[in-house]
């Protein structure tokens, strides 16, 4: 279907193409979803809830930066006029011309004489963080846990969350699919919350578990499914089984700061792999390891890691199964993010390429799925009975009408466009955000470019201190991950992770320029001093 609705210079978002919908905002013609640009006239309208309590020259303003930020329209382009823009959002001149001001002070347009404004010309394209250096020996994890920094320090009175990786946006995820799921299973499967449960899982979900792995590439038997509360339980039990305190692990860096509580709670030493932000984990730099340091696990995300969003090419997956098999350390594999690429082949899990077991793959669905129902699972390879028995001695038997519950929402034929959707969604969050990096962090900012996921790595120019910018951020309301939890060394002070698994409308762009500002002022005075 064509949109019909004439804004007197076509369409806003630039394009005369075909539009599928047309959304009326009011008397407002707004947003369409433009066949040529869904995701980011999509994302547009995402942000329109928060835009109310904002003066209306921001309103505006911040409705046409996001066109920009999402490249609607293109560096160096010709915004529409202020008369039109005016007529079109049904403002006075005056306002109209407030919001270009603001636009004009934010950097995104420049006025040029006669001619009017113009979306301003980008700096040059931004590059990936750089690669570190292996280390040259283990350290032990001893610092304070890295959750703790940023709910304690981030416990003030934050309004823009770009902290944590649990997702919190409720919009991106089917809640009333899960609601009906859940109900149904309290009244078909009644009985079981009256009786006692003490098994690795229900037959229900460790099979359907199996199936969800076969996009993952993996033939993996139900029965030999642990079911966990969560995707770092079974983690932390499948370290439980193949170390003791105080031996070494080889772990991905950066790094999930949840891995390096879990090392620390069990007195693990650590050796940390540097990665490639697009493909992951260096092979090189681990077999280094592998010859020189007394290795008893490695633990990674080859897909879609946690903080970098990189992706390990296939040939390097079946290397890494290659590389671990004549030293006989297994490789704890974590693929709690993979249904976030839309291809099997994408997807794949380093599991698919094991032939005797040396895999111990461990997933959840609460970054997919449903994050409240937190439910985990483990296919632990030749560890299998000592995982069982660890997840039996623990107590951790799981709510089984939730797991009837989690069975039906992996089998439903919806949940692979539901992961579409999902992942249409963050990408084009990450890219909106990726170019606000760009326009207003300061010169010589380096960020990651995930293909999915919910997270940046900004890596800040050398010197900066990502723990002082934190301090500066939060005290107006502007939480990120500090670079310094994302490992065991201070080897990224200057970094800093970026989430967008919460909210992600106006304020929250705002919160991300003014966070470029602070991070700039930062940066002046570390030069000048
Ligand atoms: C790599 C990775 N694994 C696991 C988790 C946690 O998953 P779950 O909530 O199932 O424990 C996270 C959370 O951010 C993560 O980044």
Known sequence: MACTQSI?????????GPHLFCFLHGRRHLWCWCLLHNEQTMNALASSSTL?????????AVRMAGLIESGVFQPGQR?????????????????????FRWLEDKGLAQAKPKAGYFVSKLRQRIALPMVGQPPAHSVPVERRSRTDVIRVDGGQAIRVNLGGTCPRDSMLFDEDRVRVAVSRATRVHRRTLVSYTNEAGTPAL???VAQRALHLGCSLRGEDVVITSSCIHAVSLCLMAVTRPGDVVALESPTFFGFLDLLEALSLRVVEIPSHPRTGLSLPALQLALDTQPIKAVLAVPTLSNPLGAIMPLADKKALVRML????????EDVVFNDLLASDERRKAVKAFDRDGSVMVCGSFSKTLAPGIRLGWVEAGRWRDQVAALQRVQGAATNEVLEHALADLLTQTAYESQMRRLSATMKSRLHEARRLVSGHFPKGTRVSDPAAGYTLWVELPAGMNSMRLFEHAASEGIAFGPGQLFSATDRYAHCLRLSFSGAWGDAEKEGLMRLGHLAQALSRQASQA
């Open 8 to 16: 007197g210079m076509g369409h806003l978002c630039g394009q005369n």
């Open 52 to 60: 109310a309590v904002q003066p209306l020259y921001v309103q505006m």
């Open 79 to 99: 915004l529409p006029s202020v008369r039109d823009s005016a007529a079109q959002e049904g403002v006075s001149i005056s306002t109209a011309m407030q919001a």
């Open 206 to 208: 460790q099979n359907a």
């Open 325 to 332: 098999a004549p030293h006989q350390i297994p490789l704890i």
